[in-house]
Nanobody, 115 residues
Framework: QVQLVESGGGLVQAGGSLRLSCAAS????????MGWYRQAPGKQRELVAD???????NYADFVLGRFTISRDNAKNTVYLQMNSLKPEDTAVYYC?????????WGQGTQVTVSS
């Protein structure tokens, strides 16, 4: 069984920073793309950023220049460094990964940005 566990969420003031981590564990023989999504109350889940195994990145327009995604393949872990946070970044952030050719989700971590 495969599991994705996120950490690093919390409460921060506008302009502050947070770093999210997501570690995959279990019976893993391949991890392809990994990424982060978010869902605010009353809104649909949306892509924040993703990264291929080779390190190619893709970002939503609303985080360009503020967030950075990275991964450590040896640790089966993906990170999201979030700088210059805004109140509109408040959401539950979900880790997503293609593991063993299956789409897997973490349980989510709350990020709250106060004004």
């Amino acid at each position: 069984q495969v599991q994705l566990v996120e950490s690093g969420g919390g409460l921060v003031q506008a302009g502050g920073s947070l770093r999210l981590s997501c570690a995959a564990s279990g019976s893993i023989f391949s991890i392809n793309a990994m990424g982060w999504y978010r869902q605010a109350p009353g809104k649909q889940r949306e892509l924040v950023a993703d990264i291929t195994r080779g390190g190619r990145t893709n970002y939503a327009d609303f985080v360009l220049g503020r967030f950075t995604i990275s991964r450590d393949n040896a640790k089966n872990t993906v990170y999201l460094q979030m700088n210059s946070l805004k109140p509109e970044d408040t959401a539950v952030y979900y880790c997503n990964a293609n593991i063993n050719f299956r789409n897997c989700w973490g349980q989510g971590t709350q990020v709250t940005v106060s004004s």
